[in-house]
């Protein structure tokens, strides 16, 4: 395979490459630099070498955020993306109603993250929360500020409710990118509905899908507001994540050592699990 | 740069990062990376494979200060090691 390679091209990447030196690479490089210091003001610091590194990864506080993290992204993964697509397949796609079910679709995307956790803590409560009072209602003792179960179902409830519209609106305009004569080569064939989806929609949703997974993944990963609002990490810290255990400690406690050293922990987990989701998800499309 | 609260192992650290990937490019130019398959599960450019050996040597760096009392320099010993028989044979 030869390409032509034509080097002018990057230099029209160099503004991207400024930007994103200015608000990423450098910030990451006094990150690091961060970490492995004791400051207390820009005259006073000392040299610690992997001290923090070696308090961050010790403590179990931070263990059992990264396990309930894990937990966390990969539950709503698990319902966000069979949900999403089964929403897309479910959308009317000609006329008035197909607009009409995209507006509503995209509601929740609109709102704020920390106004979403406003609403469910609302909406969740037994008093005055309709779905609180409905579960109660059910004779189901539902209360998510003293109930860990609760509290995670209502957070789960919450992304989901918040996020499934994305992979939803996603798969939506895979499907609508599928050509109509691959269905009408399924109608002659006698294809069945299961068919059809197992063979023409879902190959054709991956380049989405791949997308839709890894966008997920990332930003239920560093969930913060959300979670902050509605449960503040509670009750005890059954629903505490890894940004919020973070925050506590950079600006609640101002230990920026530590923070540096688990933001670069943190960083390091989220860059290994996108890579190894972006090249199964590639292998998998390379072998068809 | 004041700022930055710049540390000599930190500065060596990010000179030798830089150094890398100059030193990738100009090879990338001299002769070109083919797509290959070594005893990873996985084809790989040389790219590639650089991208899995740092990140792969920032866990064995972190392993083993998280779960060892030797001295980092053993980790980095290992992790040139690592890398240099990645980038041979991965």
């Known amino acids: 395979m030869n390409k032509v390679e034509n080097n002018k091209a990057w230099f029209l990447v ?25 400051i207390f003001d820009p005259q006073t610091r000392y040299f610690v070498g992997t001290e923090w590194f070696k308090m961050v990864m010790t403590d179990s506080d931070l263990h059992g955020a ?62 005055i929360g309709l779905f609180g009072a409905a579960m109660n209602g059910l004779g189901i003792d539902y209360n998510y500020a003293s109930n860990p179960m609760h509290a995670w179902l209502t957070v789960v409830l919450m992304d989901v409710w918040h996020w499934t519209p994305l992979v939803a609106l996603l798969c939506y305009s895979g499907l609508r990118a599928i050509p109509e004569v691959y269905y009408q080569a399924a109608r002659i064939d006698r294809a069945s509905r299961w068919a059809v989806f197992r063979y023409i929609q879902l190959p054709k949703l991956t380049n989405v899908l791949i997308i839709g997974v890894l966008l997920r993944f990332m ?10 609002v509605l449960t503040g990490g509670g009750p005890g810290t059954s629903t505490t994540f890894l940004s919020q255990s973070l925050v506590t400690q950079a600006i609640g406690q101002f230990d920026l050592g530590p923070a540096a050293a688990f933001s670069l922990v943190y960083f390091l987990i989220i860059l290994a699990v996108c890579w190894v989701f972006y090249t199964t998800i590639m292998n998998m499309q390379k072998d068809k | 740069m004041a700022w930055m ?11 030798s990062i ?23 599960p996985l084809e790989t450019t040389r790219g590639d494979r650089l991208f899995i050996g740092l990140l792969s040597s920032a866990y064995i760096h972190l392993a083993f200060v998280a779960l060892t009392e030797v001295h980092i320099a053993v980790a980095t010993v290992l992790s040139v090691i690592w890398m240099s028989f990645l980038m041979r044979w991965g």
């Not at chain 1, 994103?20 to 970490?35: E, K």
């Open chain 2, 18 to 40: 830089f150094l890398i990937l100059v030193g990738m490019t100009a090879w990338q130019i001299a002769s070109p990376s083919v797509e290959r398959k070594g005893f990873l």
């Open chain 1, 219 to 228: 930003d239920s990963f560093m969930i913060y507001a959300e979670p902050f």
């Open chain 2, 5 to 15: 609260s710049w540390t000599l192992p930190t500065a060596l650290f990010f000179l």
């Open chain 1, 66 to 127: 990264l396990l309930r993290q894990f937990i966390f992204s990969f539950t709503i993964l698990a319902i966000e993306i069979p949900l999403g697509i089964a929403v897309a397949l479910m959308m009317p796609t000609k006329g008035r109603g197909a607009s009409l079910a995209l507006i509503l679709v995209a509601i929740p995307l609109l709102i704020p993250w920390n106004v979403v956790g406003t609403i469910w803590q609302i909406f969740g409560r037994g008093d």
């Open chain 1, 14 to 38: 160099l503004p991207v490459f400024a930007i994103v030196a200015f608000s990423a690479i450098i910030p990451l490089m006094t990150v690091v630099n961060y970490s492995v210091q004791d």
